[in-house]
């Protein structure tokens, strides 16, 4: 296959972000390769070995995923071209023939032992919990015998001859991550309708009110914005880019005037991709900030200048 | 001489307005015609009568000239081309001979009458006061031997016969009125970098924060509001529409976008011409809102849409 | 009768504003002056001479009255305590036996001749207009035989034997007249639940961005202006205070801290009144700015500075 | 020693944040207990067998340590009394007698492996990096003769019997960690005049502009905001609460009203405490926001509603 056919992914196989990766039509026909971290993931594609890459970006009991987040923040330009939800939701995988009485020994990535707390002290309350580098790790130490159960996604079972012995096990309501299919820059694809902006900003001062005046260039034009995250920029503490999603394409004329409002303001403007909102959430558009009323505006600037409003 | 040529003004003969006229170099070549309203000095205009008008619009004691902000916000739409500015100070007119001694009574425009105040407190203490129509109009009644004195400009005195026996009475500093000649609409000229943007706004609903809205329009792209009048629309009380002087021209992009932004916004907007500023105070401009500024992020918002941001 | 009993009003008799005052209840029992200027009647109270002094302070055709506005905004503070809404209509009034075809000349104030110019050219097109000083003026004309007939209140038609041929004459719709009852300062009046707070705003400097402010100051707090004015501070051009009227009582949480703000962020403020609206609309109050809000804020700010919050 | 006499802290032995609680004069006096997690930490408090737990809260690196953000913002509430700041900068610890040339495999915590990447590449360009669970760890790990040298604090060297073979090393400038000392909550201490105030904000509901209008409310006031992080609330993708630190005391009145103004607005507010500025940079208090500007408006609204402004 060539480069362009090749999808990389947080691996290992077996992860979430494989299971979000296949849930993608397009993944039936591509070669998916695990990598061992965001950063390799991405560097593959800004190499040219791959065109695509897939890596979780936001998880809504965790929040931002800031390998993530940094990794698009700097380096070489990448864009992100669609979104992935995928629900939180743990199977208990056991070797053949265990059963509940069994498990003794449980093991799982750290961030999945926030997620089965609860159901553990109710159908495991004596398992002792050891962490492992990853879910899908996990469930690899559980085929290998090093433990009794790994709480891992359902999906992995077949991969490491397991069998779920529950599933469907999440504390938290509605926790769900987020992952983004990312690649090179090339020509934004025209919008749905139900299109979701991503962009990284560095405030050209450290004056108060500079955030303030950021949300203002969105508010004023009536784009909402979704998510907002402050990072560090490596410049010592209290210095901060923001990442944020806005609601709309940058084709909109409110989102485009937003963000060259903002590049005018900023040290620094990142544009990472106007892309389909997973929830296919059709944009509110606020009166006045239609593209027919910019559009209408402009022709009335037009005339003014002319002498003819 | 042709219609073009011929610039209507706020008669009568011998006002400030005329003044103010005659300050301008175009003056000498064209033919002044006093009129007995300022909206009979615009309707020359808008009828093709006139190719320009000279109205008073602010005074610096008085505030807005309402007749004319009144005038410029409807009807058949008109520009402004330049500002003149003209301080207040008022002479003592008087028959020749006439001594300061002999003055029992005294007239002039109510207005005037607020600005000679302490100086007829200091001087006339028992001079008795009675309103003219207009100061001109005081001067004749002086030259008609109906009154002793009268308070007009100095340069009135030659026109009625009269003589100046005090001169740059006013009892405010400062106190300044402000002119503006107005055409028919016409393609813009180029902005000299001192320019003034003036405009009205009718707000698209009365829900709190409208007026508030329309200045964060002009705050959001660094343009300074030099001036701002609410104006009832006539629909009954509570409903304004707000007349503003801008800084800049309408070809700063600061100020095109700020104004498309309000047309977008409001029910209605008028603009009524971008001009010189009287006072030559280049307009500041804040940074991230320059021309260069603009056209680099119109530029950027290209090659983000082609993948090359 | 004692001053205090005496009410001055912007006379002469058979002006809208003696109608304005005779609507208030109280008026019945006071003594009515008319005087000669909005100046002199406010003079009268301060000087202790009357109790009240009803004056014009805005017209839904011709705007805020400025003379009114200045009054109150500079020299020894004075305080509104009531409001009148007067609709504009006028008579024709004549002397008895006139019939409409006898009308060859009428007069009026000139605000009048506005509201009166539609209904002229379709009932008297060829009568003769001459402007009087006031409409009470013109009723005294006519009863004089200088005209046939005078545009003016339908109230004034028996102080000057008149008869009115024609009534509820105006031009535009809706068209109003706001009246307030001025005295000296004393203790607030407890609220109504609809309420109105005037006053007035010198901003500290002239910075850009300073009236945004100041509207953010309400706004934040949920407050609604009602009217806005800027007026000159006689300083010179572009120099100027606001004269506002806010929705709600001085007592109201919400507006105290929104008036706290603005004095101490402006040069100066002149608190005019908090008091009935004449319209008795309740005021809308937006979430989170209710009394008891704000007194739950306080108490939770008073148990977190004690480690209880 | 009794509980109250007792800090935990983010253990084991030998990390960075025993270093920053060591620098604390009060840590000579307190038992020093290391704990396994910065939840294991805080419960200690929580469940009073701890006076104080030092954890860190924010890197200049790599961001907010959101397991802080998240304990401190749920369950039992705690309060911040002291910031402490540790410059990053890593050690090579070996076994006495190792020369540089001697190190073949290098351990640490993943963090630290970002630190020193660049001074690998030029002084130990073959050396095998393999990543350990703290940086103390990787001490004893080298201690144990399992790997040839471990990057972790100087201070750690003594504890686990090793030598610094270099020290001083960090890939980025000024790169800092910043820890918090937090207790249980108890009366406010007097501001020092340089103080950071902390808070976690629930906005009321989703709609477009609320962190908008959280923002304004701080900025209106003239305070300052140093930190702000949005972290999921758990309630699913696209719900946040807001951690941040703000300039200035709860005492000080535009901090109290600030936070008033918040917790009026929002769904709900946590304080965290108002501590001394481990920078100790003085408060920049803009015009119109000091104390006693505050106190004077109080005055003035006092003697308005008494009718004596």
Redesign the interface.
Same mark, same amino acid.
């Given at each position: 296959m060539s480069p362009a056919s090749r999808y990389t992914y947080l691996g290992p196989e077996g992860t979430f972000t494989e299971a979000a990766l296949r849930s993608l039509p397009e993944a039936a026909t591509r070669e998916l390769v695990p990598m061992v971290s965001v950063a390799a993931a991405l560097d593959a594609v800004r190499g040219g070995d791959a065109g695509g890459a897939l890596v979780p970006i936001?998880?809504?009991?965790?929040?931002g995923i800031?390998a993530t987040l940094d990794e698009l923040a700097v380096g070489e330009?990448l864009?992100i071209y669609r979104e992935v939800?995928l629900p939180i939701a743990f199977a208990l995988l056991v070797r053949p023939g265990t059963a509940l009485g069994d498990v003794k020994t449980v093991t799982g990535h750290p961030a999945a032992q926030v997620q089965v707390r609860k159901w553990m002290a109710e159908h495991l309350p004596d398992a002792l919990w050891e962490s492992a580098a990853s879910n899908a790790d996990g469930a690899r130490l559980v085929q290998e015998g090093r433990f009794d159960g790994a709480f891992a996604g359902e999906f992995a079972a077949p991969t490491y001859g397991l069998e779920p012995l529950a599933t469907d096990i999440h504390d938290?309501?509605?926790?769900?991550t987020?992952f983004v299919l990312v690649g090179r820059?090339?020509?934004?694809a025209a919008p749905t309708g139900a299109d979701k902006t991503s962009a990284v900003f560095w405030l050209?001062d450290d004056h108060?009110?500079a $955030?303030?005046?950021l949300?203002?260039?969105f508010?004023?034009? #009536?784009v909402?914005?979704?998510?907002?995250?402050? @990072?560090?920029t490596?410049?010592?503490?209290?210095?901060?880019c923001f990442s944020v999603d806005a609601e709309g394409h $940058?084709?909109d004329r409110r989102v485009?005037?937003a963000?060259? #409002?903002l590049?005018?303001?900023c040290l620094n403007? @990142?544009?990472l991709g106007s892309y389909p909102r997973a929830d296919e959430v059709a944009a509110?558009v606020a009166?006045?900030?239609t593209d027919e009323?910019?559009t209408?505006?402009?022709d009335?600037?037009n005339r003014?200048?002319?002498?003819?409003?």
């Open positions: 936001e998880n809504s009991v965790e929040g800031t330009p864009m939800l938290a309501q509605n926790a769900t987020r820059p090339a020509r934004l050209r108060p009110g $955030l303030l005046e949300l203002q260039e508010a004023i034009r #009536g909402n914005l979704m998510r907002i995250e402050s @990072r560090p490596g410049e010592g503490l209290g210095r901060y $940058l084709t485009g005037e963000l060259m #409002g590049r005018r303001r403007v @990142r544009f509110r009166r006045g900030t009323e910019f209408n505006a402009a009335w600037l003014a200048l002319d002498g003819r409003a």
